[in-house]
Nanobody, 121 residues
Framework: QVQLVESGGGLVQAGGSLTLSCAASGSIASINTMGWYRQAPGKLREFVAGITRSGTTNYAGSVKGRFTISRDNAKNMVYLQMTSLKLEDTAVYYC???????????????WGQGTQVTVSS
């Protein structure tokens, strides 16, 4: 079994900072791209940031310059450092990863349960 668990969400004032973490665990053979998505109330889930195993990053335009994604391959973890937070960043943030499990050796997309980030004025 493979599992993604997010942590670090919470309530923060506009302009503040927050760092999210996501740990992948279980029968993992390898992890390719890892990333973060978010879903605000009444909206579709949207891409926030992604990072390849080699460290190449990609960001949504709305967060570029404010958010930084990073990963620790040795620990199977991905992070999202969020700064200059805005009210519109309020959402449930989901961790996503392309993982090859030792059970099937098939590359599959996995999702975490999500962590709430609320930005207040």
């Amino acid at each position: 079994q493979v599992q993604l668990v997010e942590s670090g969400g919470g309530l923060v004032q506009a302009g503040g900072s927050l760092t999210l973490s996501c740990a992948a665990s279980g029968s993992i053979a390898s992890i390719n791209t890892m990333g973060w998505y978010r879903q605000a109330p009444g909206k579709l889930r949207e891409f926030v940031a992604g990072i390849t195993r080699s460290g190449t990053t990609n960001y949504a335009g709305s967060v570029k310059g404010r958010f930084t994604i990073s990963r620790d391959n040795a620990k199977n973890m991905v992070y999202l450092q969020m700064t200059s937070l805005k009210l519109e960043d309020t959402a449930v943030y989901y961790c996503n990863a392309e993982i090859q499990s030792t059970a099937t050796f098939v590359l599959r997309n996995y999702w975490g349960q999500g962590t709430q980030v609320t930005v207040s004025s």
